[in-house]
């Protein structure tokens, strides 16, 4: 078997570029970035950073599953905002997946993002044994 795996997850939204869903390796699932894409539309989904955020997190809930594992399986998330003031919105509607035992998470607000969403989330996902 080889040091890493591609997964493509179907029922998530396609990708916007040259890459693949999550890739595994020696026992992680490495899950490119989320954007708030409808996996029926291919459109953005939600007006406000927070319905953004459910969406960007619900699309990771079906990429980790199609690679063996599930968003509470997470180590760790990175999250993107083009409004860091909008922090606090998008940290109401992560806790609501989180609520207890929360992976390591970082948040870093940028200039843009793809498709103009103004939320992308990545994560690392532990596979169990």
């Known amino acids: 078997m080889s040091h890493r795996e591609t997964v ?23 899950c490119s970035g989320q954007i708030p894409l409808d996996p029926e539309t291919g459109e953005l989904a939600g007006d406000s950073p927070g319905e953004q955020a459910r969406r960007c997190l619900e699309n990771l809930a079906v990429v980790a599953a199609a690679g063996g594992g599930q968003l509470s399986d997470a180590v760790r998330l ?5 409004d860091m003031g909008a922090f606090g919105e998008v940290n109401e509607v992560y ?25 992308e989330i ?3 996902i532990a596979l169990p044994d």
């Open 122 to 124: 990545d994560a690392v």
């Open 78 to 82: 990175t999250v993107y905002l083009t």
């Open 8 to 30: 493509t997850a179907m029922g998530a939204p396609d990708a916007v570029g040259p890459y693949s869903h999550a890739v595994k390796s020696r026992g992680l699932l490495f």
């Open 95 to 119: 806790g609501s997946f989180f609520e207890s035992d929360p992976p390591a998470r970082v948040a870093f607000g940028v200039a843009a993002l793809p498709r103009g969403a103004q939320v």
